[in-house]
């Protein structure tokens, strides 16, 4: 059943039940800005009304991104953008930082760290609103629960199955589920990558390169905290905090040599909890789950019509899509009409670090809004697979 009141989509199936709202906020030039509250207000009356669900958050806007971090000292967002400016060319950042983030609602309330925010990031140089695809998803199948990840010591540390769903409730209720998993810090990250030897300590590595404690007495003002602590902060915007993973017979659904990781940066761990990191999790009852197998043809190569494909159908809601083949990665990108320059850069923003750095930084997963039968999205935002041409890409699309 589908409603229309005052511009926002209502539409319930079964126990699932879906807004979908445009979030229009005040034009802000070239910047990491916070914008939680501005983007919550406008949702608080469709977010009181949740007792478990997700909100997912969908930026549109060209050369601009999304991501959560700090919502306390202002300079965190500057040394944001002086690090981001040094680690990829502007038209490339809204790669590094996807334009979606997915928080956990729980109890009418977004499920957010007490430091965290939600910041919006103008790469452009021109001053420009900026509109959000915003779409709230409830159901009286969802469950939420939280958990205490502890890391030995500052690295990159894999996670077990048994380990992360031990103190998950409700999991394998539904025949198709979307576990989705979020840290609820601003200097920790969460993240599926390739498991392997020293994979962990790879990603470390690369990390360290990427993000160098040096900048600390170059142009960084955020240093009162320790030199490990604004290069996590950054780290943690470059990983994610959140990560989805499809739930098949009761089980997590990762790829045959994929595994979930724990990012702490931090040498004593995050203000006040160590290296004691809270993750909050909740379990989404889904549509339905899709496979496709798909020979890959180039370096880089859209997906963006065959994932749009499934959707046919689908009236509202979120596609969720997962690589799980090793070594490769899906992105978000504007330039499609420029894959070498896009190829070019993607290399030299990992530094030639290896696959697991490419795999850590760009993801192997994208969540994308559905309405009306089609993606949420605009005109000039593409999904691209990354890897190496003639690789079987194996697809798990999780619809919501």
Not at 16 to 41: F, I, T
Not at 249 to 263: D, H, I, R, T
Request: proline share 4%; with cysteine; hydrophobic share 35%.
């Amino acid at each position: 059943m589908d409603t229309l009141r005052g511009g926002i989509c209502f539409q319930s199936r079964d126990t699932m039940s879906w807004v979908q709202k445009a979030v229009r906020l005040s034009p802000v030039g070239r910047g990491c800005h916070l914008v939680s509250g501005e983007v919550m207000d406008t949702l608080r009356g469709e977010l009181k009304k949740v007792k478990c669900g997700t909100l997912n958050l969908f930026l549109v806007t060209r050369e601009a991104s999304l991501t959560i971090n700090e919502n306390c000292d202002a300079t965190v967002r500057v040394d944001m953008l002086g690090a981001m400016d040094r680690i990829a060319p502007s038209s490339y950042m809204s790669s590094l930082f996807p334009p979606s983030l997915s928080i956990p609602i729980y109890k009418g309330e977004p499920v957010l760290g007490t430091w965290q925010g939600v910041y919006l990031c103008n790469w452009s140089k021109r001053k420009q609103e900026h509109v959000i695809h915003a779409s709230i998803f409830s159901s009286e199948q969802a469950r939420y629960s939280t958990q205490v990840l502890s890391a030995p010591a500052r690295g990159c540390h894999h996670i077990t199955n048994d380990r992360l769903t031990s103190d998950i409730s409700g999991i394998g209720q539904s025949k198709h589920e979307l576990c989705q998993f979020f840290i609820c810090h601003t200097s920790a990250a969460i993240c599926v990558n390739t498991l392997g030897e020293n994979v962990g300590t790879k990603m470390e590595k690369s990390l360290n390169s990427i993000v160098p404690e040096s900048w600390n007495r170059e142009f960084f003002r955020h240093t009162y905290e320790g030199d490990d602590d604004m290069p996590g902060h950054v780290k943690s915007s470059l990983v994610g905090v959140s990560v989805g993973v499809p739930v098949v017979n009761g089980s997590l659904s990762f790829g045959p040599n994929q595994g979930f990781y724990l990012v702490e940066p931090r040498n004593t761990g995050g203000w006040g909890v160590g290296h004691k990191r809270k993750i909050a999790s909740v379990v989404l009852p889904a549509k339905n789950i899709i496979t496709l197998s798909l020979k890959t043809k180039g370096t880089l190569q859209d997906l963006t019509e065959t994932i749009a494909e499934q959707v046919k159908g689908h009236e509202a809601g979120i596609c969720h899509v997962s690589c799980k083949s090793p070594n490769t990665t899906i992105l978000f990108m504007e330039n499609e009409d420029d894959s070498q320059a896009v190829s070019t850069n993607v290399h030299k923003i990992i530094q030639g670090q290896g696959q697991e750095t490419l795999t850590m930084i760009f993801g192997v997963q994208v969540i994308i809004p559905v309405k009306n039968t089609k993606l949420w999205i605009s005109e000039t935002q593409k999904v691209y697979f990354y890897g190496e041409p003639g690789e079987n890409l194996d697809l798990e699309i999780t619809l919501l």
